[in-house]
């Protein structure tokens, strides 16, 4: 018969740090405290893995030069949520918290089940703020049966914040300021719209979400440009790191989060980038080494370098298809 | 009387003391304004196979539909009760992290910080896992099986490194180590449910925040132990509603707070109708679980 004191002591522990004051447990642990803590200094990618081998950490087949590198490459994931209930409306949405409609959660168990089809396995995902986001990969992890691993959420991930214009219709907006100005609102790469006021619902600082954001950080407005920018620190102080330790990452975000990092991994120019349409819900696979470069993908469809998975010639009708539409 | 009260309570909420959102009147929630901690508690909804009446413990099986509609009202509830959790725990199986993700959807609050743990799966059942419930009076006696399910020290029979059901085996262990022989009794699943509310459950609490715990029957039955100071007897025959959502109000050291229409012996207070959540305890309490 099993008891707690024939649990054999974990050697590599961190020390838990009990709660000193009386409580109404007023419990002591005969279990070591350090049973179930996660050891510090443990990598996962070097722990022999018992479950079956996924897609995501064999090879591929590729014609790059070097084979070392393929040894240490990592796969990172991306996907951009499918339709909100603000698209149907036509309104510029942002850091609204639209949901996902119909279409969208029908794109999201779709992009799922590619990736389920892949063989796909995750030890981490990060995810927005925005329930249109958080929800597409609640679905993902669903379809993948992987609903137990960590998810980030982080504000770094959000939509572009889309100042005074959100909740406009985009139309009335276009009829209001000109088709031309909206144009540059809508695809300049470092020109923010009108910013939002500071008692309207928009600005993040009415909102609980935002509570422990810097308020310099908060936004009244954002680019292309300045959603890089609060991005990339999340990705050099967080997603990178856990990357290269070994973590097989997917990120479930925006559309201009996702040309932000795209931009960055495929050193695409400004011009290029605000022309650049992410079909919603397909997952984007990137190959990266060990220094988080773009190991080419041959199915590529530039200026992209990871490659898309499902149908690539939907997937480029999607992409030229997206480009005639509002967003 | 009335500006009176009305400006100490202004006063109160001022210096950062919580002011309950549930006050229905002014004199009412100023004896409300004393530091007080929010938990609330779900217990997952019906899973599928509680349907087909199997020993579950560790396997990781989906909610019934059913239990998904359980799960949707306890959000609900909990929306319309004003309570906003501002942070989540859950255990590392779907059928409570399905729960959590609904309440979540029906609170609006999807976008908190969740924190999955190992230490609020169910409790383990040993080799008996994955065994038809009927089976196994059959094959061990009604007696065996009930000291089994139904003692608070008596864990089933062990599962080692070769068996499906042994930590060891599911990837989603991989950072902990687990003895080569693996079971839990209730006594067990409280002695790594209770270190771990202690560590990183409380703390956050303290801090004041409002915490959900989306978990199962045993370890919800293991915290409430600790929680209501309920002796081992009672504990293993508590029945704790699925999808009901409980609240506790817990002062600075985690001890709770007496609530009105809380049913003994716990001192939490459960949303939703009364009378129809009586009949439930009653009636599970003659139930197989």
């Known amino acids: 018969m099993m008891t707690p004191s024939s649990l054999p002591v974990v050697l590599m522990a961190v020390a838990a740090v009990v709660a000193s004051s009386p409580t109404a447990f007023g419990f002591v642990s005969p279990v070591p405290a350090s049973v179930g803590v996660v050891p510090d200094g443990i990598r996962p990618s070097l722990r022999p893995r018992s479950s079956s081998p996924s897609k995501a950490s064999s090879t591929t087949t590729i014609t790059t030069t070097t084979t070392t590198t393929m040894l240490n490459s990592h796969k990172l994931v991306l996907i951009r949520h499918g339709e909100s209930t603000w698209n149907d409306l036509n309104i510029f949405t942002g850091w609204a918290d639209a949901s996902l409609n119909e279409r969208g959660i029908s794109e999201a168990s779709q992009g799922g089940r590619l990736l389920r089809e892949g063989g796909y396995v995750f030890d981490v995902a990060y995810t927005s703020v925005l329930k249109r986001a958080i929800k597409t990969l609640w679905i993902v992890l669903e379809e993948l049966d992987l609903m137990y691993i960590p998810i980030v959420n982080t504000w770094r991930l959000n939509e572009r914040h889309y100042g005074g214009l959100q909740g406009l219709n985009k139309q009335e907006t276009v009829d209001k300021h000109g088709k031309e100005q909206v144009l540059v609102w809508r695809r300049s790469y470092d020109v923010p719209p009108p910013e939002c006021d500071k008692s309207s619902e928009y600005y993040p600082g009415n909102d609980p979400r935002y509570a422990n954001v810097d308020a310099s950080d908060l936004p009244l407005a954002e680019s292309l440009k300045t959603t890089g920018e609060r991005f990339m620190p999340v990705w050099e102080d967080e997603i990178g790191p856990a990357i290269r330790d070994g973590k097989r990452v997917i990120i479930a975000a925006h559309g201009n989060t996702l040309r932000a990092l795209v931009k960055h991994l495929d050193d695409i120019s400004e011009d290029e980038i605000t022309g650049l349409n992410i079909p919603t819900g397909v997952p984007l696979v990137y190959e990266l080494d060990d220094d988080l470069r773009v190991i080419p993908n041959p199915n590529a469809i530039a200026p992209l370098r990871g490659m898309y998975l499902g149908d690539l010639e939907d997937v480029r009708a999607r992409i030229a298809g997206v480009a005639n539409q509002t967003k | ?289």
């Open chain 2, 1 to 289: 009387m009335f500006a009176a009260a009305r400006s100490a309570l202004f006063a109160a909420s001022r210096n950062g003391a919580r002011v309950s959102p549930n006050a229905r009147s002014l004199p009412a929630a100023l004896f409300q304004t004393a530091d007080k901690h929010t938990l609330v508690l779900v217990r997952h909804g019906e899973s599928t196979w509680n349907l087909e009446n199997k020993f579950t413990g560790w396997v990781d099986v989906p909610l019934s539909p059913k239990g998904h509609e359980e799960v949707i009202e306890a959000g609900r509830l909990i929306r319309d009760s004003g309570l906003l959790p501002d942070v989540a725990f859950t255990s590392l199986q779907k059928r409570a992290i399905r729960t959590l993700w609904h309440v979540l959807e029906e609170t609006d609050r999807m976008w908190i910080p969740v924190t999955k743990a190992w230490q609020l799966n169910e409790r383990h059942y040993g080799a008996l896992q994955g065994l038809d419930k009927q089976e196994t009076v059959d094959k061990y006696g009604k007696d065996q099986v009930l000291i089994w399910r139904r003692s608070y020290d008596v864990p089933p029979p062990v599962v080692d490194r070769s068996s499906e059901h042994h930590p060891g085996n599911d990837p989603r262990y991989a950072g902990f180590d687990f003895p080569d022989e693996w079971t839990e009794s209730l006594k067990t699943t409280l002695e790594r449910v209770a270190p771990y509310f202690e560590e990183n459950i409380a703390p956050v609490l303290k801090s004041g925040k409002t915490v959900i715990i989306a978990a199962h029957g045993n370890s919800l039955r293991a915290l409430v132990k600790g929680l209501d100071g309920i002796g081992e007897d009672v504990i293993a025959e508590l029945n704790i509603p699925t999808g009901t959502p409980l609240v506790y109000e817990l002062d600075d050291d985690m001890r709770p707070i007496p609530q009105e229409g809380s049913f003994g012996p716990l001192n939490g207070r459960y949303l939703g109708d009364q009378d129809a959540i009586r009949a439930r305890i009653e009636g599970v309490k003659n139930q197989t679980k």
